[in-house]
């Protein structure tokens, strides 16, 4: 039986030759990313921006957009986003802080349910303060932090130094094109999107620990050959190993997307946008900084010859 391969056997494609147009593509959108950060900002949800959210059911199975509207307005609740989610008559409506504390996010959600209780089925109602939602963001920034500290605390100690900074640059520019696609998309950032964005850290470390050890094997096999094309050939002999694994991950996060409904909505789209990038970085930014900071397959002969010279003579001779 002939296995299924989405890669061919031995490939020799030259992915190092496209460095010079990665590199400035990556920087490019990475600027783009923080100006969009700073000066157009994140759809934060109800749990970061606080505020009301009602998730109703149209009873005809029909939402009257622009009616909806009109009548959302016409209640003195300042300004109200509804959406629509799928074809089925589903809408969420929310509201900004309202001021009054309790009593007037009570108030409001009174409001809404005598303007609409009649045509829509009030399915779910959350209310977060402005306290909880600045509490919500100072934890869920600084479970972000913590993680990507860890992350890149491993990376220097799981590789040489040269390889640690090429995975550093890798992960914080995941991070940093994750950020700009929330700005430009502008999905709802909630909880579960903190979710994603460690995910998509962790996947991005599986996919750069894979490639930069294939590199680091095959470096110390073939001392002879240049940094492009051992790089090259350490690509290759993955590729098939990648290329599953995304298109897996891939599949699975498109059933979410589809079928999951609107509460994993924005943490399976930021996760189908990671796979994508994490790939590309393990590849076109991760690795070719290895040729930008000359390593060359000396150094591991440099490495092993200062791990021989601290050694005791009875250690050389059970190496020998």
Same mark, same amino acid.
């Given at each position: 039986?002939?296995?299924?391969?989405?890669?061919?056997?031995?490939?020799?494609?030259?992915?190092?030759?496209?460095?010079?147009?990665?590199?400035?593509?990556?920087?490019?959108?990475?600027?783009?990313?923080?100006?969009?950060?700073?000066?157009?900002?994140?759809?934060?949800?109800?749990?970061?921006?606080?505020?009301?959210?009602?998730?109703?059911?149209?009873?005809?199975?029909?939402?009257?957009?622009?009616?909806?509207?009109?009548?959302?307005? *016409? @209640?003195?609740?300042?300004? =109200?986003?509804?959406?629509? $989610?799928?074809?089925?008559?589903?809408?969420?409506? +929310? %509201? &900004?802080?309202?001021?009054?504390?309790?009593?007037?996010?009570?108030?409001?959600?009174?409001?809404?349910?005598?303007?609409?209780?009649?045509?829509?089925?009030?399915?779910?109602?959350?209310?977060?303060?402005?306290?909880?939602?600045?509490?919500?963001?100072?934890?869920?920034?600084?479970?972000?932090?913590?993680?990507?500290?860890?992350?890149?605390?491993?990376?220097?100690?799981?590789?040489?130094?040269?390889?640690?900074?090429?995975?550093?640059?890798?992960?914080?520019?995941?991070?940093?094109?994750?950020?700009?696609?929330?700005?430009?998309?502008?999905?709802?950032?909630?909880?579960?999107?903190?979710?994603?964005?460690?995910?998509?850290?962790?996947? *991005? @470390?599986?996919?750069?620990? =894979?490639?930069?050890?294939? $590199?680091?094997?095959?470096?110390?096999?073939?001392? +002879? %050959? &240049?940094?492009?094309?051992?790089?090259?050939?350490?690509?290759?002999?993955?590729?098939?190993?990648?290329?599953?694994?995304?298109?897996?991950?891939?599949?699975?996060?498109?059933?979410?997307?589809?079928?999951?409904?609107?509460?994993?909505?924005?943490?399976?789209?930021?996760?189908?946008?990671?796979?994508?990038?994490?790939?590309?970085?393990?590849?076109?930014?991760?690795?070719?900084?290895?040729?930008?900071?000359?390593?060359?397959?000396?150094?591991?002969?440099?490495?092993?010859?200062?791990?021989?010279?601290?050694?005791?003579?009875?250690?050389?001779?059970?190496?020998?």
């Amino acid at each position: 039986m002939k296995l299924l391969r989405l890669a061919p056997e031995n490939t020799r494609f030259g992915f190092m030759r496209f460095r010079r147009v990665s590199y400035p593509l990556s920087a490019t959108l990475s600027i783009i990313s923080v100006l969009m950060f700073l000066f157009v900002g994140m759809n934060f949800g109800i749990d970061f921006a606080g505020g009301t959210q009602v998730d109703m059911r149209a009873n005809s199975g029909e939402v009257h957009m622009a009616e909806l509207r009109a009548k959302a307005d *016409s @209640l003195g609740l300042g300004p =109200v986003e509804i959406q629509q $989610i799928g074809s089925g008559g589903d809408v969420l409506l +929310r %509201l &900004s802080v309202q001021p009054g504390g309790d009593s007037g996010e009570q108030k409001a959600i009174a409001k809404l349910r005598d303007a609409f209780s009649n045509d829509y089925a009030f399915r779910s109602v959350d209310s977060v303060g402005p306290t909880v939602s600045s509490e919500l963001v100072q934890s869920g920034t600084l479970g972000v932090v913590v993680a990507i500290v860890a992350v890149l605390t491993y990376l220097w100690f799981r590789f040489e130094w040269q390889f640690a900074v090429g995975a550093i640059i890798g992960t914080m520019h995941d991070l940093l094109l994750t950020v700009g696609f929330f700005c430009v998309t502008q999905l709802e950032f909630n909880q579960t999107s903190i979710a994603a964005i460690l995910t998509i850290v962790g996947y *991005s @470390l599986n996919e750069t620990v =894979v490639v930069l050890d294939r $590199i680091r094997e095959v470096m110390r096999k073939y001392k +002879r %050959l &240049s940094t492009s094309e051992i790089i090259d050939m350490s690509v290759n002999a993955v590729l098939p190993r990648t290329i599953m694994t995304a298109t897996t991950v891939f599949l699975a996060l498109l059933a979410l997307f589809f079928l999951g409904g609107h509460v994993i909505r924005s943490f399976s789209a930021a996760m189908i946008w990671g796979i994508f990038v994490a790939t590309y970085s393990s590849i076109f930014i991760c690795s070719p900084m290895l040729i930008y900071m000359g390593v060359r397959a000396d150094v591991f002969d440099r490495k092993d010859r200062d791990e021989g010279a601290g050694a005791t003579p009875a250690d050389r001779k059970v190496k020998v």
